[in-house]
Every structure is written in structure tokens, then in C-alpha cells.
């Protein structure tokens, strides 16, 4: 069996108290088989945490279920499989979910979607080990761990009606809580690094685009810094990333809260260093326009430089082709 260490996935990258414990917690409870629920806000890594546990002692399959996705009249039968004839359409007999993870692991991702008509069965295969398919007589003995997670609260949602009181219970025998990026932000260097090790490839941040980085939230958390990074990629050829080429969201959150004076990127070209733009920027209920921004701070380097592209180029950190694609898509003058 490999170490934790040797396997670590991404959303595990870090040196903070919070991932610490976590790692730790998942050496202790992974060769176990009692349930598992995984709570934390989407993109923080619920799936990495069930697989982690499942490769700790990888017994069976991993048999992934979307509780999401369990709607409609099949929904019973996508589950716990159905026999042959069982209803309208059913031509063959078929094994569910639940039987393809016996003797493993079944992963039931946003387990707060499941219907209650489901959660009802599900209950019983936790308290009795068995089921019946759809159509059948016969039930089925099964040997499967359940791990479950959500980003609900489930104890709301069982005070609201909406999840079962019992099955909470059952599904609750271990806990684990996935912190926000936004509570672990000195993890998020680590986890960039890690995504920029793409073979063939060698991208660095800037300065002004790591700053940024770590001064935005991340609602999204690890799948959002992921998605940031492949589109920056995606979208310049590097070798270096400037804040420039972080999403329009990640910029606004900056320029939102620098004031006159312009960080580097918040002008829209990620500049490898502060530029305070002379003079006062004309705003609109208080929100200066991005396009204003980047144009007048194109405009300064200019100035600086008496006209020397290169130069201009290098002060706002950007590549010369973009700077000549900029000053023609603002129609500036020759200088």
C-alpha cells in the first residue's frame, strides 16, 4: 500500500494547520470501513478526500454515485439495478450502483440531493447490509463502505424536513470538514506550483499576479485556482504569467479595493511593478473602468520611455506584440 504522502493529491498540497490534520486523519481512519461524511464547500475537494480514504486500503472498487443526478422514475433502479421485465423498457436484468461497490467503496457525492423516497432504502442497506433490486424477491447481502459528502448543512436540512434524522446519524459516525481556500491561503504557492508542472511547459507568476492571488477569496476554491491557472496558460505562452492575464473577476477584486494609485495588473497589463498614474482617473458611481485604466497606464509607460515600445513593454511586464496589439486597439497616436 503507498503512503499518503507518496500519492498526494493536489487538494492536499500544503503545509497549513488545517491540511496537516487532515492528512493525519485520513492515515488514521482510512483502512477502516466505518461510514464516512465529508462536508465543505464545492471545489474543496470532497472526491479527493473519499478516494484518498478508499487508497488507503483498496479493497473493491470506488463506485462514485450523484446523488444530483438521482432523479426520475429510474432513479430506484440506477441504484439497486432491477431484473429483467421489472417495468416498461427493463429488457435485461441490470446490477446497480450499490452491487458494483460491494466488497469496496460507494462514494455518495452531494449526498444532501439525494430524494427522500432513496434515502428511506438507503437507510436499511446501512442497517442491514442488503437490499433488493427493483422487480426482485431476492435481496442482496452487500459488504460496502459508504462514504457521503456535501457541501449542506446537513443538520439544517434535517430541521428544515428535507434529510432523514436517522440516516444523518448513521452517515455521521466520522466527520470530516474540508477547509476553504480562503482560511488556508498560504497553501495557495504550492498548489500553483503544482499546476503549472505541466510537461513540455515552464510558466512563473509574476509578483503582482501572485499578490493578487492571494488577496482574492476563491468562491470556488481549489477547482476555481485550477480553472485560473489552465485558462492563463491557455492564453499566453509565457514563461511568465502576469496578473494581465488573470480573469476579469480576480482583477476587479484588486482594482476594487487600490485606490488611486494602481497596482500593476489592476491597469489590465500586468506591469511587474506599482505605476501611480498622475492625475485624477474619472470614475463611474465610484468604478473606474478597466479599459481606462490599462489605456492611461500604457500612455504613462509611453511617456516614461519617450516612446520606446521595448522599453514601455518591459516596465508594464508584457510582451511586445501585446503592447502594439493594445496601443492599436486604442487607436493611440505614434509617439
Not at 498540497?13 to 462536508?39: D, M, T, W, Y
Not at 436499511?124 to 462514504?147: A, K, T, W
Not at 505605476?275 to 509607460?301: D, Q, T, W
Request: charge should be positive.
Amino acid at each position: 500500500m503507498k503512503s499518503l504522502g507518496e500519492e498526494l493529491p493536489t487538494g492536499f498540497l500544503g503545509r497549513s494547520a488545517r491540511i496537516v490534520q487532515l492528512r493525519a486523519q485520513i492515515e488514521r481512519i482510512g483502512a477502516g470501513r466505518a461510514p464516512v461524511l465529508i462536508q465543505g464547500e464545492s471545489g474543496t475537494g470532497k472526491e479527493v478526500v473519499a478516494r484518498s480514504l478508499f487508497n488507503a486500503n483498496p479493497r473493491g472498487q470506488f463506485v462514485p454515485i450523484d446523488c444530483g443526478s438521482m432523479v426520475g422514475p429510474l432513479m430506484e433502479s440506477e441504484l439497486f439495478g432491477h431484473t429483467r421485465h421489472a417495468f416498461t423498457g427493463a429488457g435485461e436484468t441490470k446490477r446497480g450502483l450499490l452491487e458494483l461497490a460491494n466488497g469496496g467503496t460507494a462514494f455518495f457525492d452531494e449526498i444532501g440531493d439525494l430524494p427522500l423516497e432513496l434515502q428511506v432504502k438507503l437507510l436499511r442497506v446501512l442497517q442491514e447490509r442488503e437490499f433488493r433490486p427493483v422487480g426482485s424477491l431476492q435481496r442482496i447481502r452487500i459488504d460496502v463502505r459508504i462514504v457521503a459528502a456535501t457541501h449542506r448543512n446537513l443538520e439544517r436540512e434535517v430541521a428544515g424536513g428535507n434529510f432523514r434524522e436517522d440516516l444523518f446519524h448513521r452517515l455521521n459516525v466520522i466527520r470530516l470538514t474540508l477547509p476553504p481556500l480562503r482560511e488556508r491561503k498560504e497553501d495557495i504557492p504550492l498548489l500553483i506550483e503544482r499546476f503549472l508542472a505541466h510537461p513540455g511547459t515552464r510558466y512563473t507568476i509574476t509578483n503582482e499576479a501572485m499578490d493578487a492571488m492571494l488577496r482574492y477569496d476563491w468562491p470556488g476554491n481549489i477547482r476555481e485556482l485550477k480553472n485560473c491557472i489552465d485558462r492563463m496558460m491557455a492564453l499566453n505562452t509565457g514563461p511568465l504569467l502576469h496578473f494581465a492575464d488573470l480573469p476579469s473577476n480576480v482583477i476587479y477584486h484588486v482594482r476594487s479595493g487600490s485606490g488611486n494609485e494602481v497596482v500593476a495588473a489592476a491597469a489590465g497589463v500586468g506591469m511587474a511593478r506599482s505605476i501611480a498614474l498622475p492625475g485624477p482617473v474619472i470614475s463611474l458611481n465610484g468604478v473606474v473602468p478597466l479599459v481606462e485604466l490599462e489605456r492611461r497606464a500604457i500612455e504613462h509607460a509611453l511617456k516614461q520611455t519617450r516612446g520606446d515600445r521595448t522599453e514601455a513593454a518591459l516596465l508594464l511586464g508584457i510582451g511586445r506584440t501585446t503592447l502594439y496589439r493594445k496601443i492599436k486597439e486604442y487607436q493611440m497616436a505614434e509617439n
